[in-house]
């Protein structure tokens, strides 16, 4: 599967059949402020299709009817009414609409100097979570801004909504001291031969029952997050430092370049020199 990636190339491709509606930073000093780059309620057909090889912002995404495509995590998944996403910055990401079906959506794009785009706890999300309050908030400040009085109190008041609903979808486990414990302790030491014992003890709580709390959270085992994380901080490495692929291996825990190689590309769908090329095109 991983292989097939390798034709993708950067894409934007709207089509006359879509329509969408997308305050962007240049419309609202309010989105800057929260290192918002632009928000936006869609409704797409064929052939409306978007890649982004070299993905500069971390990117939400919900949708709300119909029916889509997406890549992500490296791997393609159908997009259904009630489900979420979370594409951190520096991946290969990709969605598109399908024949014969229309797809409703909302998304926010965050610039390259939002907290959410640095690397941190954050790994690719996808699960069932209710866009809807986003859509409303999000046509609410396209409302005050293109038809409204484009009031500044008003503008804030609608991207605060938008930012508090996003932090209950991706910041779920920030609510557990336990996991917040564990994963502070990991983030600074990605280079270390963590096991989930380690991490149990950091947590106060067995093995299983760690697991049991990752999974509730993250939808991965702890050791399944870890190695998110540490791919995460790679391409995070690769796209913007010119340290060689064995350095970075070692940086995020492998001493085989070969092994890193080939979990960077299971997980990313592309080698980590063909991801280097592509970043800095």
Same mark, same amino acid.
């Given at each position: 599967?991983?292989?097939? *990636? ?24 309010? !989105?800057?402020? $929260? ?31 119909? @029916?889509?495509?997406? !890549?992500?995590?490296?791997?393609? $998944?159908?997009?259904? $009414? ?28 965050? #610039? ?50 938008? @930012?508090?609903?996003?932090? $209950? ?8 001291? =336990? ?10 030491? !990605? ?6 014992? @380690? ?9 299983? *029952? #760690?697991? =049991? ?12 997050? !870890?190695?998110? #994380? =540490? ?11 010119? @340290? ?32 280097? *090329?592509?970043?800095?095109?």
């Amino acid at each position: 599967m991983a292989s097939e *990636h390798d034709y993708l190339s950067e894409t934007h491709i709207i089509g006359e059949d879509t329509h969408q509606w997308i305050v962007r930073v240049d419309d609202c000093p309010a !989105l800057e402020q $929260r290192h918002i780059s632009h928000v936006g309620v869609g409704d797409a057909a064929v052939p409306y299709r978007i890649v982004r090889t070299r993905l500069s912002g971390s990117y939400i995404h919900g949708s709300l009817g119909g @029916e889509g495509r997406m !890549l992500l995590d490296g791997r393609w $998944r159908t997009m259904r $009414r009630n489900m979420m996403s979370f594409a951190p910055a520096h991946g290969l990401h990709a969605f598109h609409a399908v024949p014969e079906s229309r797809w409703q959506y909302c998304w926010l794009r965050y #610039l390259p100097s939002a907290p959410r785009s640095v690397v941190g706890t954050i790994a690719p999300i996808m699960q069932h979570f209710d866009p809807e309050p986003m859509k409303h908030a999000i046509l609410g400040l396209y409302s005050e801004v293109f038809h409204g009085q484009g009031d500044t109190a008003s503008c804030v008041m609608w991207v605060d909504t938008i @930012e508090r609903y996003i932090s $209950r979808f991706a910041d779920p486990w920030r609510r557990d001291p =336990r996991i917040v414990a564990v994963f502070d302790a990991v983030m600074p030491t !990605l280079e270390k031969h963590w096991t989930i014992e @380690e991490m149990a003890d950091i947590a106060h709580v067995s093995t299983e *029952h #760690l697991r =049991r709390i990752s999974l509730k959270v993250f939808g991965r085992s702890p050791m399944q997050q !870890l190695t998110q #994380l =540490r791919m995460q901080h790679a391409a995070h490495l690769l796209a913007t430092t010119d @340290e060689p692929v064995e350095e970075i291996a070692v940086r995020v825990g492998y001493q085989s370049p070969f092994a890193f190689s080939k979990t960077f590309k299971r997980m990313k769908g592309v080698s980590p020199s063909h991801f280097r *090329h592509h970043s800095r095109e």
